[in-house]
């Protein structure tokens, strides 16, 4: 019974030790400040042109590919595909409605 009584001793301390343990590593962790990931290399990309008057109403952006969607000033809608690599227009796609 003695032996049975010095084992439940032994491991409610070493429960004890690994729950303080694992709260001393999680704090040190939340508070270790991280500068946030930095490009390797900066980003510089000629501006993409959009036609005077128009509004970008939507983006999306894939692995690859950024489209905007264009609102252009008659009332007419087109997509703009981006390369993201290089930044440059790949294409426009103008978008009617079926008649």
């Known amino acids: 019974m003695a032996a049975l009584k010095t084992l439940v001793v032994v491991m409610g301390i070493m429960l004890v030790v690994g729950f303080v343990a694992l ?4 704090a040190g962790r939340v508070s270790h400040k991280t500068g946030g990931l930095v490009p390797a290399q900066p980003y510089t990309a ?7 008057g128009a509004r970008i109403e939507a983006m999306s952006a894939g692995p690859d590919r950024l489209v905007l ?12 595909v981006i390369d993201l690599v290089t930044g440059h227009r790949l294409g426009t796609i103008p978008l009617r409605t079926a008649q």
């Open 23 to 26: 709260i001393v590593v999680i």
């Open 46 to 52: 000629a501006p993409v042109d959009i036609p005077a």
């Open 69 to 80: 969607d264009l609102l252009l000033p008659d009332g007419s809608r087109e997509l703009a």
